[in-house]
């Protein structure tokens, strides 16, 4: 029981990936800031309701200290519909990578069909200035209060070197087993012969010093670069 005129404030504490997607006072919307002010004037009926948001992987969870890698950030997002206009993500979301002393945005992979849905947001890895393991946050872009994370959420490596392949030579059919070797190879996620990107499916292993793929087929006989 509060005196007539008296302001209270009413505060939410979710649990751990669950935030705020409103509140009710009488049925009426009152947005979805962490604490409201409620005037008791007469009986009030307040309402709140959660959402769940989480992040739970990035994929790929590793890549060059060069940036550029296309990520897919798998949770759950409170988004009613997917987003794909540009203005529509950043006005959603804002996503952040640290290491406790380096804070950079990621930016959004613009590329993709549906940038941000109820379980997926596509990104692109910024450059980083060294190898480090860093943390994901995700931000509401409107009320900062409304934040997921995931730590560690995504490790950077050094530029990936090659130092041999072996056999240095195949017909333009491709399909020849190339052995590559060098140091930090775990962090490509693509690569190609002259310019002919290796498929996927070509990629028969891979660790930080060992590549072996498939060749893709190539339109002439000549010498490439491997890339």
């Known amino acids: 029981t509060h005196n007539d005129g008296t302001a209270v404030t009413v505060t939410a504490q979710p649990n751990d990936n669950w935030v705020v997607d409103r509140w009710e006072v009488n049925g009426v919307s009152q947005g979805y800031a962490k604490s409201i002010d409620i005037t008791m004037d007469a009986d009030k009926i307040v309402t709140l309701y959660l959402v769940e948001f989480r992040v739970d992987q990035v994929d790929p969870p590793i890549g060059s ?7 897919k950030i798998m949770g759950v997002f409170p988004v009613t519909q997917p987003l794909a206009v540009i203005d529509e993500v950043y006005a959603a979301y804002t996503l952040y990578f640290t290491d406790g002393e ?6 959004y992979d613009l590329s993709a069909p549906e940038i941000i849905t109820a379980d997926s947001i596509y990104a692109i890895a ?17 009320q900062g209060e409304r934040r997921a994370s995931l730590a560690p959420a995504y490790q950077y490596v050094g530029v990936p070197r090659i ?7 195949g017909p333009v059919s491709g399909g020849t087993p190339v052995t590559i070797e060098g140091f930090n190879l775990s962090s490509v996620n693509a690569g190609d ?11 028969l292993e891979l660790t930080n010093t060992v590549l072996r793929l498939l060749t893709p087929p190539y339109p002439t006989a000549e010498t490439v670069d491997v890339t």
Do not use: R, Y
Request: proline fraction near 15%.
């Open 193 to 203: 012969f002259g310019g002919v990107p290796v498929p996927p499916e070509n990629v």
């Open 126 to 142: 910024p450059a980083w200035p060294d190898a480090s393991l860093v943390d994901l946050f995700i931000v509401d872009s409107v």
């Open 102 to 107: 380096t804070t950079q945005k990621v930016p």
């Open 65 to 71: 200290v060069v940036g550029g890698n296309a990520l």
């Open 163 to 169: 130092d041999s392949i072996d056999p240095d030579n």
